[in-house]
């Protein structure tokens, strides 16, 4: 169509002599080769009664604009909810039970709505005009002083980790406050300038993108689903869940610019604490009743999880048992600690994924000790004894293989190396802007239009030399990230009796060491952590697994060693306890007697 409205125009383009004419959106003339866009505008035939008459036309109109163009009249909740209601249907359509959208995520965002009060209550706080009142005197000022307070708003009044400043290009040539609507065309919604000019108050739980998967993780622990949180936040990452740039779904009537872009423009991937500490407070927020028991027979309960999780990373069945014997010792699969009760203070803030985590890293620790000297090369050393043993086991094939914990090193580090890198690739091929400009002014269209079209001649050369292929199709998700079908590099059926021996009916390790990841737990309210992890002054062995579960749920390995740390706390308990007031009472010793000497001198 281009090339038939331009073909009769053979005037080269005044800034690079070609003649090479394409057509905008709003039909002006632009060059190809240089971007350049000229004021004349294509020709359109009339089925007017003058034979041959000819008018010019610009594509949705500039003379008088429909009222489609101004949009509707939307709030910003209003926004959130169609997110939500986005994300729900794309969780359903992985195979989430069909309740999740209106029997649970509805109920939670109605409550939610009640609480926070921009609907469902006498007083909307949307009603509320003293935020109008604070925008409404800027019509006293000059368009230009007025221009200046609201960039200024726009760059200092959202965080960083929930928005990102917008360009100047896509808002810049909105104009001033509308005195006849009261609504600033700032904003595409009615309240967006006035929600981020609102002062928080002290109980209040703003709505923010992460709030959204915060609502999503409560409706799927509340139905006791498969999906964590950690699974949750690697579908938003791979876009299986909308996130990144959903507002450009939004529906054509609701306008999204300014303010609006502050709220729902997100700069960076939601975090694991972030989003859990969002889910916990929501629960307590919305007054939610007592959650669904987790018993041993869910999904969520750490003898499953860690199941899941073994399969992952590759490590023997014969693990699970002592898993077992580990959640029982501690405590932590009992139905009331694992049940989230939000009206009770007491009640444990679980990351199930994490918990599951750890509690596989600290049985590595009972039965090879992960301290890089019981796996050093020398001769004598018990992880070489071992290895030698295994492999001339395995290669005798005398009943079930013997795990090789040096051979399981290789296979897996290879594997993590290579998925590694493919995210990387990824990662740095993402693009966050949406690929739609956001344009509201004929006086910026241009400008905006002809960088958008440089970088997508730019993106396609790139895709061309490098010679990547864009899928036609995006991938359906896995619930497992690592496949192990070749019998070779898989270890799920081997046998840990290399490092067990027996004791009667007990089994139990021929390591009989083991080194704490804290001496002492922080005080949570101190310093926020109960235990610091500095990478350097751990084994490389115990940093290689952590760095290896932290790539498979995408978090940070610091977030795994303070659960490590708590679980070891709560398995070693009597024992750090009886060494505590055995240094107590020889410190009491100690001062008696040194206050018996002084005594005694004096």
Known sequence: MDAEDTRDYNEPCVQCSDVNWGLTEEGRFYCRSCHNVIERTREVLTGDAVTNARAQSISKGLKKKRT???????YVCEGFQYILWKQAEALQSLGVSSKLKDDVVCNIWRRYLQKSKPAYCDRPVNDDTSCTSQISTCDSDTDGDRDLDITRLLESSCSGNDTDPVSDSSIGGVSSFSKSSGKSTWSGSVDGISYLLRKKKKDELRMSMPMTLAFCYLALLWLRESITLSDLLRLVVDGHIPYLNVYKDFPEEMKVYGADLKIFHV???PSYGDVHGKAHALAAFVELPRFPDIAEGSFLHPNILCMKYLMEANLPDDMHSWICRVVKKIG???TDFLTLHPSKESSQ????????????VVVLKLLFLLDDEYECESDNSPFRLLSNYAEERNKSNKGCPLFDIKKWYMVVKNAVDVEQ????????????????PLLYDARYKSNVLKRRQMVVDLQRQFRTLSGLVEPTEKPKPSSFQFSWADERDCFHEHSLDGVLQEKGNVSTTLNRKYWLGAIKLCRKKACGHLAHYEESKFPYTYQFVLNLFAFLLRVQPSLIHKEVCAVEHKLFYSKLHKKSKRKKRAGTALSHENKRVATVSE
Request: glycine share 4%; net charge positive; proline share 0%.
């Open 421 to 436: 890198k493919k995210w990387n690739e990824e990662r740095i091929r993402r693009l966050w802007r949406s690929e739609k």
């Open 349 to 360: 803030k679980v990351k199930y994924d994490i918990l599951a985590i750890a509690v596989i």
């Open 267 to 269: 700069a960076s991937w």
């Open 332 to 334: 932590v699969g009992e």
């Open 68 to 74: 489609l163009d101004k949009g509707w009249e939307w």
